[in-house]
């Protein structure tokens, strides 16, 4: 499986973005899939994750409430709707797909890895 993470970009304090992540092939009933970022300096955290059918989604405590993890299988793509950005936001995200089917927070769980997306908060 090979990911493309994609729309990123600048983005001021307060606005919105969405991301996607596109996969080569049709997921199957075994990838979870999430997102992760890593700040300048910092390690990767967890973001978001949602399971095989998008019905089951766990995100950290930093982005409850303001980012949406979905996904869409038909097209095998993934989002992450990100609103109320914040400058503590700026970021690399990166998009993984697991081999297992629930949504998971940690990051040695997911086998594929797509490329990274940057996201700036700034005014």
């Known amino acids: 499986v090979q990911l493309q993470a994609s729309g990123g970009g600048l983005v001021q304090p307060g606005g919105s973005l969405r991301l996607s992540c596109a996969a080569s092939r049709r997921t199957t009933s075994n990838n979870g899939m999430g997102w992760f970022r890593q700040a300048p300096g910092k390690e990767r955290e967890f973001v978001a994750a949602?399971?095989?059918?998008?019905?089951?989604?766990i995100s950290a405590d930093s982005v409850k409430g303001r980012f949406t993890i979905s996904r869409d299988n038909a097209k095998s793509t993934m989002y992450l709707q990100m609103n109320s950005l914040r400058p503590e936001d700026t970021a690399v995200y990166y998009c993984a797909a697991a081999l297992r089917a629930v949504p998971s927070s940690r990051s040695g769980d997911y086998r594929y890895w797509g490329q990274g997306t940057l996201v700036t908060v700034s005014s």
């Open positions: 949602v399971d095989w059918r998008g019905s089951n989604a």
